[in-house]
């Protein structure tokens, strides 16, 4: 029987596929609430919520940086990451919304260390950004309780673990050198 051809294509679409499932299995049992096994209050929620959309839009504004930088490869990747992470960021505004909040507004700049000045630097960077949200978002999935807001946290952690692994793929690192995320 004739082995299926290893491509770039497929070999991004399983470590991206391969690091998604290694993160959602790495959440484990249900959320433990705020630490103490009480259920968050509303405005908790909100609050939580509110850092997780400070966060994407802190990689927005990477991606929207970087993107001059990028390569054929890599820019369409940027692309793509970048609508994915308009879409969570819109989410998570409806959601903290919905909840009677006020979602934080996207700022003109946010600190994202050494400005990049070559594709490999960004690329870098891009990768370091998605772990520390996939990371940001598992430490806010265990004060949570709600499971449509745990829902939609794991969801959004399961595609910046994603991005991490394939963009680190393209840098020609471990696409998933941990076998757990943890905060």
Known sequence: MEQPRLTRRSLLRASG???????????????SGTGTGSTPR??????????MLVTEHTI?????????LLGSVTAPLATAFRQNHAD??????????????????ARDSYEIGTPPADEGA???????LEEQAARAHY???RQL??????????SIMGD??????????VLQQDPAPASFVSA
């Open 17 to 31: 596929a391969a690091a998604a499932g290694a993160t959602l299995g790495a959440c484990g049992g249900p959320p």
């Open 145 to 154: 309780a709600d499971p449509v807001v745990v829902q939609l946290l794991a």
């Open 160 to 169: 910046e673990a994603q991005h991490s692994a394939v963009l680190r793929t």
């Open 60 to 68: 927005i504004h990477a991606y929207t940086a970087g993107l001059p």
């Open 122 to 128: 960004m690329t870098s960077l891009a990768a370091t």
């Open 42 to 51: 509303p405005g908790d929620t909100v609050r939580i919520l509110n850092q």
């Open 88 to 105: 969570h960021r819109d989410r998570l505004a409806e959601v903290i919304t919905g909840l009677g909040g006020t979602p934080t507004p």
């Open 139 to 141: 430490a806010a999935l």
